[in-house]
């Protein structure tokens, strides 16, 4: 893509301010705003991965997926606000999920253990693990919210706080892994998803892009369920106080 081209997109952008100030939506500023920033982010890990890839040192690899994690952590962690703990538990959620699904990807040779290959799948595995956390969190403060009186009254039957609270974190697991399921189920007949479609795009033969994007969606799913169920057996009791009430 020729630089001007590129500079054609900003089109999309103009349209979309021209529509929020048509609707009077007052969205115009977050969209130059959020525009001028994901640009220069991008163009910013553009120019490490560069560097990254040429130098191939484990350090900086190793670097950067911690600072994913920690980024992830720290933007899923505003969906559990005022739960004390919370984004250190979701640390650890993806980082065991990036730990476990780099490790069998590396140890059963699906990838070759180079740069190119383990900081991309470590960036969408990071994201899918980073929405699903957000989306637990928000199920289940609607959860305990709706179902505040059936957990008390499990409480005050002598039920464990785990025991009261089961119901609700079984429909938040499951609730936060819907939009995995969902774009499994449509995933080429609805949607082209962005790594197959780059690959494409990029020249490679359309059989090749297929079995690395089936190697994806497989990667997804398994850590959007292995997340949410960390995420969900380590932070259950910040829903109670320490006297085991609801808070």
Same mark, same amino acid.
């Given at each position: 893509?020729?630089?001007?081209?590129?500079?054609?997109?900003?089109?999309?952008?103009?349209?979309?301010?021209?529509?929020?100030?048509?609707?009077?939506?007052?969205? *115009?500023?977050?969209?130059?705003?959020?525009?001028?920033?994901?640009?220069?982010?991008?163009?910013?890990?553009?120019?490490?991965?560069?560097?990254?890839?040429?130098?191939?040192?484990?350090?900086? %690899?190793?670097? %950067?997926?911690?600072?994913?994690?920690?980024? @992830?952590?720290?933007?899923?962690?505003?969906?559990?606000?005022?739960?004390?703990?919370?984004?250190?538990r979701i640390a650890v959620a993806i980082g065991a999920? *990036?730990?476990?699904?780099?490790?069998?990807?590396?140890?059963?040779?699906?990838?070759? +253990?180079?740069?190119?290959?383990?900081?991309?799948?470590?960036?969408?595995?990071?994201?899918?693990?980073?929405?699903?956390?957000?989306?637990?969190?928000?199920?289940?403060?609607? *959860? #305990?919210?709706?179902?505040?009186? *059936?957990?008390? /009254?499990?409480?005050?039957?002598?039920?464990? %706080?785990?025991?009261?609270?089961?119901? /609700?974190?079984?429909?938040?697991?499951?609730?936060?892994?819907?939009?995995?399921?969902?774009?499994?189920?449509?995933?080429?007949?609805?949607?082209? +998803?962005?790594?197959?479609?780059?690959?494409?795009?990029?020249?490679?033969?359309?059989?090749?892009? #297929?079995?690395?994007?089936?190697?994806?969606?497989?990667?997804?799913?398994?850590? /959007?369920?292995?997340?949410? %169920?960390?995420?969900? @057996?380590?932070?259950?009791?910040?829903?109670?106080?320490?006297?085991?009430?609801?808070?």
């Open positions: 893509m020729s630089t001007l081209a590129l500079g054609f997109t900003m089109t999309f952008v103009v349209l979309t301010m021209a529509l929020s100030r048509w609707q009077k939506l007052g969205l *115009e500023k977050d969209i130059a705003f959020g525009t001028i920033r994901g640009a220069l982010q991008l163009l910013f890990i553009g120019y490490v991965l560069h560097y990254v890839f040429q130098s191939a040192n484990l350090g900086l %690899i190793v670097t %950067i997926i911690a600072v994913m994690i920690f980024i @992830a952590s720290h933007n899923a962690g505003k969906r559990g606000e005022g739960l004390r703990g919370v984004h250190w999920t *990036e730990t476990l699904t780099l490790s069998l990807m590396l140890g059963l040779g699906i990838i070759q +253990p180079t740069t190119q290959y383990i900081i991309p799948i470590s960036g969408m595995t990071i994201g899918t693990s980073m929405i699903v956390c957000g989306l637990f969190l928000n199920h289940m403060n609607r *959860e #305990v919210a709706s179902s505040r009186g *059936e957990i008390e /009254a499990l409480l005050a039957l002598g039920a464990s %706080i785990r025991q009261a609270i089961q119901q /609700a974190l079984q429909r938040s697991v499951k609730a936060s892994m819907i939009p995995t399921i969902d774009g499994m189920k449509t995933v080429g007949l609805v949607q082209l +998803p962005g790594m197959m479609t780059g690959m494409i795009i990029a020249g490679a033969n359309p059989i090749d892009a #297929v079995r690395y994007q089936i190697l994806i969606l497989c990667a997804f799913t398994a850590a /959007a369920a292995i997340t949410s %169920i960390i995420l969900s @057996a380590l932070s259950y009791k910040l829903w109670f106080t320490k006297e085991m009430t609801l808070r």
